[in-house]
């Protein structure tokens, strides 16, 4: 964790994407149980660079970025840890109005009647 910035956002990368897997796996039922061993590893590395400034902004931006998708990720896992806790039905996806058979709505339109110049 102590290493080369670049090394450690690089693994923060790796690290990242894995617990958002394993955080999938959880919510779908095939982990009985959180992934801490993942987030903690996540956490260490992000803390270690809490106080730290980064020289390279390119590197300090990608941290910055991988950090704010970490809140973010955090912030669903929590609210769909807590529905989970409560007893809340499964969220179903929004329902799609069937479409309608034949052309688009464009096409349909009838044209216009052409004004002739008498």
């Known amino acids: 964790?102590?290493?080369?910035?670049?090394?450690?956002?690089?693994?923060?990368e790796i690290l990242l994407r894995q617990l958002e897997k394993e955080y999938d796996q959880f919510f779908s039922g095939l982990?009985?149980?959180?992934?801490?061993?993942?987030?903690?590893?996540?956490?260490?590395?992000?803390?270690?660079?809490?106080?730290?400034?980064?020289?390279?902004?390119?590197?300090?931006?990608?941290?910055?970025?991988?950090?704010?998708?970490?809140?973010?990720?955090r912030t669903v896992w929590t609210r769909r840890l807590r529905e989970k806790e409560e007893g809340a039905p499964a969220r179903q996806p929004p329902r799609v109005p069937p479409r309608r058979r034949g052309r688009s709505p464009s096409a349909r339109r009838t044209p216009r009647p052409t004004r002739r110049n008498t």
């Open 1 to 12: 964790m102590a290493g080369k910035p670049e090394q450690d956002v690089a693994q923060l």
């Open 31 to 73: 982990l009985r149980r959180e992934p801490a061993v993942t987030e903690n590893a996540v956490l260490g590395i992000m803390r270690s660079y809490g106080g730290r400034p980064i020289q390279n902004s390119s590197l300090a931006f990608k941290l910055n970025s991988l950090v704010a998708r970490y809140n973010a990720f």
